[in-house]
C-alpha cells in the first residue's frame, strides 16, 4: 500500500505561483512513478506531470511544459509541483497519483496509476 496526502491548494492571482506537495508512505514506494493530475468541474481527470522516483525521469503534459515543475525529495519522501504565471484555466482540483510504470510513455496514462491522494483545489482568480 502507498499513500498520498496533498497539500498546498489554495487561491491564487493570475500571474501567481504556488507549489504543492504530496507526502509518500508505504511499503517500497520507490519503486513508483508519481503523477499529478487535475480535474476541473465537468471535465475530464487531465495529466499534468510524472517523475519517477528511482531515476528522475520526468514527462509533462503538453500546456503545462515551460510553467509547472515537478520535483521530489527522497530524503523527505514528498514531491512537489511547483506552477507559475497561473490562468484561471488552471484552476481544478489537483491530485498526486503513484503507479509503477516502466515507460514514460505511460507516464500520462491515468489508468496506470494504482493510488491517489484526496485531492487539493486550486483557484486562479482574474
Known amino acids: 500500500q502507498v499513500q498520498l496526502v496533498e497539500s498546498g491548494g489554495g487561491l491564487v492571482q493570475v500571474g501567481g505561483s504556488l507549489s504543492l506537495s504530496c507526502a509518500v508512505s508505504g511499503r517500497t514506494f520507490t519503486s513508483y512513478t508519481m503523477g499529478w493530475f487535475r480535474q476541473a468541474p465537468g471535465k475530464e481527470r487531465e495529466f499534468v506531470a510524472s517523475?519517477?522516483?528511482?531515476?528522475?525521469?520526468?514527462v509533462y503534459g503538453d500546456s503545462m511544459k515551460g510553467r509547472f515543475a515537478i520535483s521530489r525529495d527522497i530524503a523527505k519522501s514528498t514531491v512537489y509541483l511547483q506552477m507559475n504565471s497561473l490562468k484561471p484555466e488552471d484552476t481544478a482540483t489537483y491530485y498526486c497519483?503513484?503507479?509503477?510504470?516502466?515507460?514514460?510513455?505511460?507516464?500520462?496514462?491515468?489508468?496506470?496509476?494504482?493510488?491517489w491522494g484526496q485531492g487539493t483545489q486550486l483557484t486562479v482568480s482574474s
Open positions: 517523475i519517477k522516483w528511482s531515476n528522475s525521469r520526468i
Open positions: 497519483a503513484a503507479g509503477i510504470i516502466y515507460l514514460a510513455s505511460d507516464f500520462p496514462e491515468r489508468t496506470k496509476y494504482d493510488y
